[in-house]
Structures are given as C-alpha cells and as structure tokens.
T-cell receptor, first 114, second 114 residues
C-alpha cells in the first residue's frame, strides 16, 4: 500500500463528455503529480502541485484539462469534451520536497473514450 | 532533453534463470535513477533506486548499479520466480532542481514460466 488512492479505477465515457478523477494521498506528501500512461508506453508527466499551488504543467496538458488541489490535500483532474485520444491510464503520485525524492503511485484510473 | 531507453520486451524466462534488463539514459549532470515495477492489475511500485554514480540499489533480490561512464542502470536478478512476472520501468529524475519530474522508459514486460 503506497498510501495513494484514486477513484474511480475505471471510467468509460462517450466522446464529448466531461470526466473528473480524484487522487487522495496521505497527508505528509506535500507534492502531488499527475502522469498519463498509454498502452505500451511509460508514464508521461502532466502536472504537479506543491501543497495547493500548481507549479508546472506539461505541454501534453491541453486547455481541455484542468487540475486542482484545494487545501493541499486531495486533487482532481478534469477533462472536458473528451476525445478518443484521451483514452489512457491516469496516474497520481505523491512525494516530498527533498531533491530527487521518491514518488509513490496510486493504482491509476483507466479511461476509455468511445 | 533528458530521456530513458530500455530494452524491448517481452522477456521470457524459465524459473530460476538469470535476468538482465538493460537501461540507458541521457541527462545532464547527475540524475537520480529508479526502477519501478507494475504487477498485473496494480499500480507502479518503487523497486530500487540510486542517487549517485557507482551506487548500487537493491531490493527483493534485484540489483542495479549507477554507471556514469556508460550512462546505464541495468536491472539484474540471479534467479527469477514466476511471481516476478510484471512490467519493469526504468526512470530518472533530472538533477536540475525544481520539481522532481520522473522521466520513464517505455517499460519491459517480463514473463517467467515454471
């Protein structure tokens, strides 16, 4: 158990619909990261938070994607007007602020856009 | 930019065989290096890590040595078990300071047969 939970574990939606995913890390991890993993590939960085501040966003994160971390605890990732290309596993990871510190991953949310 | 290259899978071995999964990286300075493992139906788990040249990370019988001169971090295990069947990801965190973004290789699937 890494102490990071994600919900839902699976989501099937139709193209054009909005979806929201949630990540809950244990409280002592003040950094939170979102990654996306497509089939046969390694995870790719999307964005990260330190406490409630979103400090970096990848170019992979189009305007249809938005992430929040109110109060520096749980985080949500919303995708608006989903496209088939958004189908992937969305991973949340948590860690501390020490240089090059280990990140602990949740089980992921698998999204399928029909 | 920084990147990680892993040998392509799948790697198929018999139980008790010797395992090597090659990993090389491109990065400036001194990145930290990681191996993560993803068992079927589960999230990414940290297997081992090394933070400076010549360091050896080890866990559960797996080892990897940080080789600065060859920019490599090959994963080895002397005797694999069926339970080691999983996808293995090599990754790095650049030493550029900032937010500890993980950069992953594409992953190598290992299948161990009795």
């Amino acid at each position: 158990d890494t102490g990071v939970s994600q919900n839902p574990r699976h989501k099937i939606t139709k193209r054009g619909q909005n979806v929201t995913f949630r990540c809950d890390p244990i409280s002592e991890h003040n950094r939170l990261y979102w990654y996306r993993q497509t089939l046969g590939q390694g995870p790719e960085f999307l964005t990260y938070f330190q406490n409630e501040a979103q400090l970096e966003k990848s170019r992979l994160l189009s305007d249809r994607f938005s992430a929040e971390r109110p109060k520096g605890s749980f985080s949500t990732l919303e995708i608006q007007r989903t496209e088939q290309g958004d189908s992937a596993m969305y991973l949340c990871a948590a860690g501390g602020t020490a240089q090059q510190e280990t990140q602990y991953f949740g089980p992921g949310t698998r999204l399928l856009v029909l | 930019g920084d990147s990680v290259t892993q040998m392509e899978g799948p790697v198929t071995l018999s139980e008790e065989a010797f395992l090597t999964i090659n990993c090389t990286y491109t990065a400036t300075g001194y990145p930290s290096l990681f191996w993560y493992v993803q068992y079927p139906g589960e999230g990414l788990q940290l297997l081992l890590k090394a933070t400076k040249a010549d360091d050896k990370g080890s866990n559960k019988g797996f080892e990897a040595t940080y080789r600065k001169e060859t920019t490599s971090f090959h994963l080895e295990k002397g005797s694999v078990q069926v339970s080691d069947s999983a996808v293995y990801f090599c990754a790095l965190i650049p030493f550029s300071g900032g937010y500890n973004k993980l950069i992953f290789g594409a992953g190598t699937r290992l299948a161990v047969h009795p």
